[in-house]
Protein backbone atom coordinates (compact mmCIF):
# COMPACT_ATOMS: atom_id res chain seq x y z
CA UNK A 1 0.00 0.00 0.00
CA UNK A 2 1.54 3.22 -0.85
CA UNK A 3 -1.42 5.26 -0.16
CA UNK A 4 -0.75 7.20 3.12
CA UNK A 5 -4.32 6.31 4.55
CA UNK A 6 -4.64 4.81 7.66
CA UNK A 7 -5.74 1.03 7.40
CA UNK A 8 -9.40 0.73 8.05
CA UNK A 9 -9.14 -2.43 9.85
CA UNK A 10 -5.86 -3.39 11.56
CA UNK A 11 -5.60 -6.56 13.72
CA UNK A 12 -2.34 -6.69 15.36
CA UNK A 13 -0.54 -10.10 16.96
CA UNK A 14 -4.24 -10.64 17.99
CA UNK A 15 -4.95 -14.02 20.75
CA UNK A 16 -7.58 -15.30 21.63
CA UNK A 17 -7.76 -18.80 23.97
CA UNK A 18 -11.38 -20.95 24.51
CA UNK A 19 -10.34 -22.26 27.88
CA UNK A 20 -7.04 -24.11 26.79
CA UNK A 21 -7.44 -24.13 22.54
CA UNK A 22 -5.53 -21.26 21.41
CA UNK A 23 -8.04 -20.28 18.94
CA UNK A 24 -6.13 -16.96 17.45
CA UNK A 25 -2.15 -17.32 17.93
CA UNK A 26 -1.06 -13.65 17.27
CA UNK A 27 -2.67 -12.95 13.84
CA UNK A 28 -1.45 -9.32 12.03
CA UNK A 29 -3.62 -8.28 9.10
CA UNK A 30 -4.54 -5.00 7.95
CA UNK A 31 -7.46 -4.28 5.55
CA UNK A 32 -7.24 -1.21 3.47
CA UNK A 33 -10.23 0.87 1.94
CA UNK A 34 -12.18 -0.58 -0.58
CA UNK A 35 -10.29 -3.69 -0.28
CA UNK A 36 -11.98 -7.77 -0.34
CA UNK A 37 -9.89 -9.72 2.02
CA UNK A 38 -11.24 -13.28 2.11
CA UNK A 39 -10.28 -15.54 5.24
CA UNK A 40 -9.92 -19.05 4.00
CA UNK A 41 -8.65 -22.88 5.94
CA UNK A 42 -9.73 -25.65 7.47
CA UNK A 43 -12.36 -26.06 10.39
CA UNK A 44 -11.61 -24.93 13.62
CA UNK A 45 -8.90 -22.25 12.00
CA UNK A 46 -9.98 -19.45 13.30
CA UNK A 47 -11.63 -17.60 10.57
CA UNK A 48 -14.76 -16.97 12.13
CA UNK A 49 -13.29 -16.23 15.14
CA UNK A 50 -11.42 -13.79 13.56
CA UNK A 51 -14.35 -11.83 12.64
CA UNK A 52 -16.14 -11.79 15.50
CA UNK A 53 -13.74 -10.85 17.61
CA UNK A 54 -13.61 -7.47 14.96
CA UNK A 55 -16.85 -6.44 15.90
CA UNK A 56 -17.12 -7.63 19.58
CA UNK A 57 -18.49 -10.70 20.09
CA UNK A 58 -15.42 -12.37 20.87
CA UNK A 59 -13.20 -10.59 23.36
CA UNK A 60 -9.60 -11.00 22.36
CA UNK A 61 -6.80 -12.11 25.64
CA UNK A 62 -4.10 -10.06 23.36
CA UNK A 63 -3.27 -8.00 20.71
CA UNK A 64 -5.14 -5.27 19.26
CA UNK A 65 -7.78 -4.68 17.01
CA UNK A 66 -7.85 -1.71 15.54
CA UNK A 67 -11.09 0.74 13.30
CA UNK A 68 -9.83 3.63 11.50
CA UNK A 69 -6.83 3.48 13.44
CA UNK A 70 -8.49 3.84 16.88
CA UNK A 71 -8.35 0.54 19.01
CA UNK A 72 -11.61 -0.75 19.77
CA UNK A 73 -12.93 0.70 22.95
CA UNK A 74 -13.11 -1.31 26.14
CA UNK A 75 -16.44 0.01 27.17
CA UNK A 76 -20.22 -1.38 25.92
CA UNK A 77 -21.41 1.76 24.88
CA UNK A 78 -18.07 3.03 23.17
CA UNK A 79 -18.44 -0.64 21.35
CA UNK A 80 -22.02 0.02 20.36
CA UNK A 81 -21.02 2.83 18.28
CA UNK A 82 -18.25 1.07 16.76
CA UNK A 83 -20.76 -1.79 15.65
CA UNK A 84 -22.76 0.49 13.94
CA UNK A 85 -19.59 1.30 11.68
CA UNK A 86 -19.51 -2.86 11.12
CA UNK A 87 -22.29 -4.76 9.11
CA UNK A 88 -22.16 -8.85 10.03
CA UNK A 89 -23.54 -11.39 8.00
CA UNK A 90 -24.49 -14.70 10.00
CA UNK A 91 -24.17 -18.48 8.08
CA UNK A 92 -27.65 -18.72 9.27
CA UNK A 93 -28.96 -15.28 8.20
CA UNK A 94 -30.64 -14.29 12.14
CA UNK A 95 -33.16 -12.56 10.37
CA UNK A 96 -35.62 -11.90 12.86
CA UNK A 97 -38.38 -14.16 12.60
CA UNK A 98 -41.59 -11.90 13.99
CA UNK A 99 -40.58 -8.93 11.73
CA UNK A 100 -41.12 -8.76 8.38
CA UNK A 101 -38.21 -8.52 5.28
CA UNK A 102 -38.68 -4.50 5.05
CA UNK A 103 -38.88 -4.54 9.24
CA UNK A 104 -35.90 -6.72 9.37
CA UNK A 105 -33.86 -4.11 7.57
CA UNK A 106 -35.44 -0.69 9.28
CA UNK A 107 -34.44 -2.46 12.83
CA UNK A 108 -30.38 -0.78 12.51
CA UNK A 109 -31.95 2.86 11.60
CA UNK A 110 -34.81 2.56 14.09
CA UNK A 111 -33.50 1.45 17.08
CA UNK A 112 -29.78 1.98 17.00
CA UNK A 113 -29.75 5.41 14.61
CA UNK A 114 -33.19 6.49 16.27
CA UNK A 115 -34.26 7.80 12.84
CA UNK A 116 -37.28 9.04 11.97
CA UNK A 117 -39.30 6.05 10.65
CA UNK A 118 -40.77 7.28 6.98
CA UNK A 119 -36.62 8.25 6.32
CA UNK A 120 -35.82 4.49 7.43
CA UNK A 121 -38.28 3.28 5.86
CA UNK A 122 -37.24 4.69 2.46
CA UNK A 123 -33.68 3.53 3.13
CA UNK A 124 -34.89 0.09 3.70
CA UNK A 125 -36.64 -0.30 0.47
CA UNK A 126 -33.80 1.12 -1.02
CA UNK A 127 -31.96 -1.26 0.18
CA UNK A 128 -34.22 -3.92 -0.37
CA UNK A 129 -34.10 -2.61 -3.68
CA UNK A 130 -30.84 -3.01 -4.13
CA UNK A 131 -30.48 -6.15 -3.19
CA UNK A 132 -33.27 -7.33 -5.48
CA UNK A 133 -35.99 -8.16 -3.31
CA UNK A 134 -38.51 -5.19 -3.19
CA UNK A 135 -41.38 -7.36 -4.11
CA UNK A 136 -40.29 -8.97 -0.96
CA UNK A 137 -40.77 -6.38 1.87
CA UNK A 138 -44.00 -7.23 3.39
CA UNK A 139 -42.84 -10.97 3.15
CA UNK A 140 -42.13 -12.73 6.76
CA UNK A 141 -38.69 -14.41 6.88
CA UNK A 142 -40.54 -18.02 7.02
CA UNK A 143 -41.37 -17.29 3.04
CA UNK A 144 -38.19 -16.64 1.37
CA UNK A 145 -35.68 -19.01 0.66
CA UNK A 146 -32.43 -19.01 1.74
CA UNK A 147 -30.69 -16.85 -0.66
CA UNK A 148 -33.21 -14.42 -0.60
CA UNK A 149 -32.91 -14.39 3.21
CA UNK A 150 -29.27 -13.89 3.42
CA UNK A 151 -29.76 -11.16 1.08
CA UNK A 152 -32.18 -9.84 3.47
CA UNK A 153 -29.54 -9.74 6.08
CA UNK A 154 -27.49 -8.20 3.89
CA UNK A 155 -29.40 -5.15 3.54
CA UNK A 156 -30.48 -5.09 6.82
CA UNK A 157 -26.51 -5.06 7.73
CA UNK A 158 -25.91 -2.47 5.30
CA UNK A 159 -28.92 0.01 6.40
CA UNK A 160 -26.91 1.59 9.38
CA UNK A 161 -23.96 2.72 6.38
CA UNK A 162 -21.50 0.28 8.02
CA UNK A 163 -17.40 1.47 6.40
CA UNK A 164 -16.72 -2.53 6.75
CA UNK A 165 -19.04 -5.57 5.61
CA UNK A 166 -18.00 -8.86 7.92
CA UNK A 167 -19.23 -12.01 5.96
CA UNK A 168 -18.89 -15.20 7.99
CA UNK A 169 -19.50 -17.83 5.91
CA UNK A 170 -22.61 -16.40 4.42
CA UNK A 171 -23.38 -19.39 1.79
CA UNK A 172 -22.57 -21.92 3.92
CA UNK A 173 -25.78 -22.75 5.02
CA UNK A 174 -27.51 -22.14 1.41
CA UNK A 175 -28.82 -24.69 -1.22
CA UNK A 176 -26.42 -24.85 -4.36
CA UNK A 177 -28.58 -22.98 -6.53
CA UNK A 178 -29.15 -19.99 -4.58
CA UNK A 179 -25.51 -19.80 -3.31
CA UNK A 180 -24.87 -17.26 -6.59
CA UNK A 181 -27.76 -14.90 -6.03
CA UNK A 182 -25.79 -14.14 -2.38
CA UNK A 183 -22.53 -13.98 -3.99
CA UNK A 184 -23.63 -11.66 -6.76
CA UNK A 185 -24.96 -9.00 -4.38
CA UNK A 186 -21.60 -9.80 -2.89
CA UNK A 187 -19.55 -8.93 -5.62
CA UNK A 188 -21.72 -6.04 -6.63
CA UNK A 189 -20.92 -4.57 -3.23
CA UNK A 190 -17.25 -5.09 -3.56
CA UNK A 191 -17.49 -2.97 -7.04
CA UNK A 192 -18.92 -0.59 -5.35
CA UNK A 193 -15.84 0.03 -3.30
CA UNK A 194 -16.81 -1.70 -0.07
CA UNK A 195 -14.81 -3.14 2.73
CA UNK A 196 -15.23 -6.50 3.29
CA UNK A 197 -13.83 -9.27 4.77
CA UNK A 198 -15.48 -12.47 4.04
CA UNK A 199 -14.66 -16.18 5.47
CA UNK A 200 -15.48 -18.26 2.92
CA UNK A 201 -15.49 -21.33 1.22
CA UNK A 202 -16.19 -20.43 -1.72
CA UNK A 203 -12.81 -20.42 -3.64
CA UNK A 204 -14.12 -19.21 -7.03
CA UNK A 205 -15.41 -16.45 -5.50
CA UNK A 206 -12.20 -15.60 -3.28
CA UNK A 207 -10.36 -15.93 -6.72
CA UNK A 208 -12.54 -13.60 -8.61
CA UNK A 209 -13.49 -10.67 -5.87
CA UNK A 210 -10.64 -10.69 -3.17
CA UNK A 211 -8.03 -8.27 -3.18
CA UNK A 212 -5.78 -10.58 -1.53
CA UNK A 213 -6.69 -13.71 0.46
CA UNK A 214 -5.91 -14.91 3.92
CA UNK A 215 -4.78 -18.76 4.46
CA UNK A 216 -5.44 -19.64 8.37
CA UNK A 217 -4.91 -22.50 9.90
CA UNK A 218 -4.59 -23.89 13.63
CA UNK A 219 -4.90 -19.90 14.49
CA UNK A 220 -2.04 -18.63 12.66
CA UNK A 221 -1.72 -16.73 9.47
CA UNK A 222 -0.02 -18.96 6.95
CA UNK A 223 -0.22 -17.03 4.02
CA UNK A 224 -1.62 -14.21 2.31
CA UNK A 225 -1.44 -12.61 -0.63
CA UNK A 226 -3.70 -11.80 -4.33
CA UNK A 227 -5.57 -14.80 -5.12
CA UNK A 228 -3.46 -15.47 -7.64
CA UNK A 229 -0.27 -16.04 -5.83
CA UNK A 230 -2.84 -18.03 -3.50
CA UNK A 231 -4.53 -20.65 -6.22
CA UNK A 232 -1.62 -20.57 -8.13
CA UNK A 233 1.81 -20.29 -6.99
CA UNK A 234 1.44 -20.94 -3.23
CA UNK A 235 4.40 -20.09 -1.54
CA UNK A 236 3.75 -21.98 1.76
CA UNK A 237 3.49 -25.66 1.50
CA UNK A 238 0.39 -26.05 4.35
CA UNK A 239 -1.62 -23.78 1.71
CA UNK A 240 -1.00 -26.03 -1.48
CA UNK A 241 -2.33 -28.77 1.42
CA UNK A 242 -5.47 -27.50 2.45
CA UNK A 243 -6.37 -26.33 -1.64
CA UNK A 244 -5.49 -29.70 -2.64
CA UNK A 245 -7.60 -31.14 0.44
CA UNK A 246 -10.59 -28.87 -2.01
CA UNK A 247 -10.10 -30.18 -4.98
CA UNK A 248 -8.80 -27.13 -5.96
CA UNK A 249 -6.17 -27.75 -8.96
CA UNK A 250 -5.00 -24.22 -9.54
CA UNK B 1 -85.17 -35.34 45.46
CA UNK B 2 -86.73 -32.14 44.06
CA UNK B 3 -84.46 -29.25 42.59
CA UNK B 4 -85.48 -26.04 42.39
CA UNK B 5 -83.98 -23.48 40.21
CA UNK B 6 -86.07 -20.50 40.79
CA UNK B 7 -83.37 -19.79 43.52
CA UNK B 8 -80.88 -19.55 41.07
CA UNK B 9 -82.63 -16.83 38.81
CA UNK B 10 -83.84 -14.80 41.86
CA UNK B 11 -80.02 -14.44 42.50
CA UNK B 12 -79.21 -13.83 38.93
CA UNK B 13 -78.05 -10.40 39.70
CA UNK B 14 -75.42 -11.37 42.75
CA UNK B 15 -74.36 -14.32 40.66
CA UNK B 16 -73.44 -11.70 37.71
CA UNK B 17 -72.14 -9.73 40.45
CA UNK B 18 -69.85 -12.20 41.49
CA UNK B 19 -69.11 -13.25 38.10
CA UNK B 20 -67.76 -9.85 37.25
CA UNK B 21 -65.27 -9.92 40.50
CA UNK B 22 -63.89 -12.97 39.08
CA UNK B 23 -63.37 -11.82 35.63
CA UNK B 24 -61.78 -8.23 37.47
CA UNK B 25 -59.78 -10.48 39.66
CA UNK B 26 -58.05 -12.47 37.35
CA UNK B 27 -57.30 -9.75 34.85
CA UNK B 28 -55.82 -7.16 37.36
CA UNK B 29 -53.73 -10.34 38.74
CA UNK B 30 -52.41 -11.36 34.94
CA UNK B 31 -51.98 -7.33 34.10
CA UNK B 32 -49.01 -7.74 37.72
CA UNK B 33 -48.20 -11.04 37.16
CA UNK B 34 -46.74 -10.67 33.68
CA UNK B 35 -44.44 -8.13 34.08
CA UNK B 36 -43.64 -9.56 37.56
CA UNK B 37 -42.56 -12.69 35.73
CA UNK B 38 -40.99 -10.93 32.80
CA UNK B 39 -38.80 -9.06 35.88
CA UNK B 40 -38.08 -12.14 37.37
CA UNK B 41 -37.24 -13.90 34.32
CA UNK B 42 -34.42 -10.66 33.62
CA UNK B 43 -33.48 -11.19 37.10
CA UNK B 44 -32.78 -14.62 37.07
CA UNK B 45 -31.02 -14.66 33.75
CA UNK B 46 -28.81 -11.73 35.31
CA UNK B 47 -25.27 -12.47 35.74
CA UNK B 48 -25.39 -9.96 39.09
CA UNK B 49 -25.41 -12.59 41.62
CA UNK B 50 -27.66 -11.73 44.19
CA UNK B 51 -30.54 -10.90 41.94
CA UNK B 52 -30.34 -14.25 40.57
CA UNK B 53 -30.11 -15.99 43.72
CA UNK B 54 -33.40 -12.97 45.23
CA UNK B 55 -35.54 -14.54 42.18
CA UNK B 56 -34.98 -18.02 42.76
CA UNK B 57 -35.81 -17.85 46.22
CA UNK B 58 -38.62 -15.82 45.38
CA UNK B 59 -39.79 -18.09 42.78
CA UNK B 60 -39.32 -21.82 44.45
CA UNK B 61 -40.71 -19.98 47.65
CA UNK B 62 -43.99 -19.30 45.95
CA UNK B 63 -44.34 -22.10 43.64
CA UNK B 64 -44.21 -24.54 46.33
CA UNK B 65 -46.74 -23.14 49.00
CA UNK B 66 -50.55 -24.31 48.33
CA UNK B 67 -51.95 -20.93 47.44
CA UNK B 68 -54.51 -21.52 49.77
CA UNK B 69 -52.29 -21.03 52.41
CA UNK B 70 -50.39 -17.97 50.80
CA UNK B 71 -53.92 -16.50 50.49
CA UNK B 72 -54.60 -16.69 54.46
CA UNK B 73 -51.03 -15.97 55.18
CA UNK B 74 -51.27 -12.48 52.87
CA UNK B 75 -54.86 -12.28 54.86
CA UNK B 76 -53.55 -12.34 58.66
CA UNK B 77 -49.76 -11.28 57.80
CA UNK B 78 -50.13 -8.19 55.44
CA UNK B 79 -52.08 -5.83 57.94
CA UNK B 80 -50.08 -6.80 61.13
CA UNK B 81 -46.50 -6.31 58.91
CA UNK B 82 -47.67 -2.78 56.57
CA UNK B 83 -49.92 -1.48 59.08
CA UNK B 84 -52.31 -1.24 56.32
CA UNK B 85 -55.39 -2.81 56.30
CA UNK B 86 -56.26 -4.04 52.74
CA UNK B 87 -59.49 -4.69 51.50
CA UNK B 88 -60.19 -8.71 51.32
CA UNK B 89 -59.71 -7.89 47.25
CA UNK B 90 -56.39 -6.36 47.08
CA UNK B 91 -55.43 -8.96 49.46
CA UNK B 92 -56.76 -11.47 47.36
CA UNK B 93 -54.72 -9.57 43.98
CA UNK B 94 -51.27 -9.93 46.49
CA UNK B 95 -51.68 -13.30 46.88
CA UNK B 96 -52.23 -14.33 43.24
CA UNK B 97 -49.98 -11.56 42.00
CA UNK B 98 -47.25 -13.43 44.00
CA UNK B 99 -48.40 -17.62 42.94
CA UNK B 100 -48.80 -16.39 39.18
CA UNK B 101 -45.68 -14.15 38.77
CA UNK B 102 -43.82 -16.84 40.07
CA UNK B 103 -45.14 -18.94 37.47
CA UNK B 104 -44.85 -16.91 34.87
CA UNK B 105 -41.39 -15.89 35.87
CA UNK B 106 -40.10 -19.85 34.85
CA UNK B 107 -42.43 -20.04 31.60
CA UNK B 108 -40.96 -16.76 30.48
CA UNK B 109 -37.20 -17.69 31.52
CA UNK B 110 -37.97 -20.92 29.65
CA UNK B 111 -39.15 -18.66 26.72
CA UNK B 112 -35.89 -16.54 26.85
CA UNK B 113 -33.58 -18.92 26.80
CA UNK B 114 -35.25 -20.60 23.86
CA UNK B 115 -34.32 -18.15 21.65
CA UNK B 116 -30.91 -19.13 19.71
CA UNK B 117 -27.77 -17.09 20.57
CA UNK B 118 -27.35 -15.85 17.28
CA UNK B 119 -30.67 -14.14 17.01
CA UNK B 120 -29.00 -12.19 20.22
CA UNK B 121 -25.48 -11.74 18.03
CA UNK B 122 -27.42 -10.03 15.13
CA UNK B 123 -28.82 -7.86 16.94
CA UNK B 124 -25.79 -6.53 19.16
CA UNK B 125 -24.02 -6.47 15.65
CA UNK B 126 -26.42 -3.74 14.31
CA UNK B 127 -25.23 -1.50 17.53
CA UNK B 128 -28.14 -2.29 19.76
CA UNK B 129 -28.07 -2.12 23.57
CA UNK B 130 -28.51 -5.58 25.78
CA UNK B 131 -31.89 -4.07 26.50
CA UNK B 132 -32.73 -2.79 23.38
CA UNK B 133 -32.12 -6.76 21.85
CA UNK B 134 -34.10 -8.35 25.03
CA UNK B 135 -37.15 -5.56 23.76
CA UNK B 136 -36.69 -5.78 20.47
CA UNK B 137 -35.41 -9.25 19.16
CA UNK B 138 -35.61 -11.82 22.11
CA UNK B 139 -38.77 -10.96 24.55
CA UNK B 140 -41.35 -10.54 21.14
CA UNK B 141 -39.73 -13.82 19.99
CA UNK B 142 -39.72 -15.45 23.24
CA UNK B 143 -43.73 -14.11 24.45
CA UNK B 144 -45.08 -15.52 20.82
CA UNK B 145 -43.41 -18.88 21.70
CA UNK B 146 -44.83 -19.21 25.28
CA UNK B 147 -48.39 -17.81 24.26
CA UNK B 148 -49.43 -21.45 25.20
CA UNK B 149 -48.34 -22.15 28.55
CA UNK B 150 -49.10 -17.83 29.71
CA UNK B 151 -52.81 -19.25 28.06
CA UNK B 152 -53.08 -22.40 30.45
CA UNK B 153 -51.75 -20.50 33.02
CA UNK B 154 -54.64 -17.94 32.52
CA UNK B 155 -57.14 -20.36 32.80
CA UNK B 156 -55.89 -21.96 35.56
CA UNK B 157 -55.52 -18.73 37.61
CA UNK B 158 -59.51 -18.27 36.41
CA UNK B 159 -60.50 -20.79 38.05
CA UNK B 160 -58.26 -20.91 41.36
CA UNK B 161 -59.52 -17.06 42.02
CA UNK B 162 -62.30 -19.32 43.62
CA UNK B 163 -60.16 -20.04 46.22
CA UNK B 164 -59.89 -16.15 47.84
CA UNK B 165 -63.15 -17.19 48.54
CA UNK B 166 -62.16 -18.03 52.02
CA UNK B 167 -61.31 -14.63 52.46
CA UNK B 168 -64.41 -13.41 51.78
CA UNK B 169 -64.07 -12.03 48.75
CA UNK B 170 -67.25 -10.95 46.95
CA UNK B 171 -66.55 -13.21 44.04
CA UNK B 172 -68.26 -15.90 42.05
CA UNK B 173 -68.13 -18.96 43.99
CA UNK B 174 -68.26 -16.68 47.68
CA UNK B 175 -71.52 -15.72 45.97
CA UNK B 176 -72.52 -19.13 45.02
CA UNK B 177 -71.91 -20.50 48.25
CA UNK B 178 -73.48 -18.07 50.30
CA UNK B 179 -75.97 -18.47 48.68
CA UNK B 180 -76.37 -22.04 48.81
CA UNK B 181 -75.70 -21.28 53.04
CA UNK B 182 -78.60 -19.01 53.18
CA UNK B 183 -81.14 -21.53 50.84
CA UNK B 184 -79.87 -24.73 51.86
CA UNK B 185 -80.08 -25.48 47.71
CA UNK B 186 -76.61 -27.50 47.51
CA UNK B 187 -77.44 -28.73 44.02
CA UNK B 188 -78.51 -26.11 42.06
CA UNK B 189 -76.38 -23.51 43.20
CA UNK B 190 -73.38 -25.75 42.82
CA UNK B 191 -75.00 -26.44 39.15
CA UNK B 192 -75.51 -22.93 38.19
CA UNK B 193 -71.54 -22.12 39.89
CA UNK B 194 -70.37 -24.43 37.34
CA UNK B 195 -72.21 -23.84 34.43
CA UNK B 196 -71.35 -20.16 34.65
CA UNK B 197 -67.20 -20.88 35.14
CA UNK B 198 -67.48 -23.45 32.32
CA UNK B 199 -69.08 -21.10 30.31
CA UNK B 200 -66.73 -18.07 30.96
CA UNK B 201 -63.52 -20.61 30.56
CA UNK B 202 -64.36 -22.30 27.35
CA UNK B 203 -64.33 -19.22 25.34
CA UNK B 204 -61.12 -17.82 26.96
CA UNK B 205 -59.06 -21.45 26.07
CA UNK B 206 -60.86 -21.23 22.43
CA UNK B 207 -59.02 -17.61 22.34
CA UNK B 208 -56.06 -17.94 22.77
CA UNK B 209 -55.82 -21.39 20.96
CA UNK B 210 -56.92 -18.77 17.91
CA UNK B 211 -54.63 -16.04 19.31
CA UNK B 212 -51.87 -18.76 19.37
CA UNK B 213 -52.62 -19.57 15.69
CA UNK B 214 -53.12 -15.43 14.44
CA UNK B 215 -49.44 -14.59 16.26
CA UNK B 216 -47.47 -17.11 16.40
CA UNK B 217 -44.23 -17.18 14.90
CA UNK B 218 -42.94 -19.56 11.87
CA UNK B 219 -39.12 -20.30 11.89
Not at chain 1, 49 to 73: F, H, K, S
Not at chain 2, 86 to 99: C, G
Not at chain 2, 190 to 197: E, G, K, R, S, V
Request: aromatic share 8%.
Amino acid sequence: MTAPSVPVLAYENVRKRFGSFTALNGVSLEVAHGEVVCLIGPSGSGKSTLLRCTNGLETIDGGRILLDGAPLPPDAAGMRRVRRRMGMVFQNFELFPHRTAIANVMSGPLTVLRMPRSEAEHRAETLLDKVGLADKAKSYPADLSGGQQQRVAIARALATEPEVMLFDEPTSALDPETIGEVLGVMKQLADEGMTMVVVTHEMTFARRVANRVAVLERGALVELGPPAQIFEQPQVARTRDFLSHLGWSG
Amino acid sequence: MTLDWAIVWENAGALARGAEITVLLAVATMLLAIPGGVLLALMRLSPVRPLALASAGFTEFFRNLPLLLVIYAAYYILPLTTGISFSPFATALVALALNVSAYNGETFRAGIQSIRKGQSEAALALGMSRAQVMREVVLPQAARRIAPVLASTWVSLFKDTSLVSVIAVGELAYTAMRIRSQSFRVLEMLTAMAAIYWALGYPQAKLTDWLYRRFGVRE
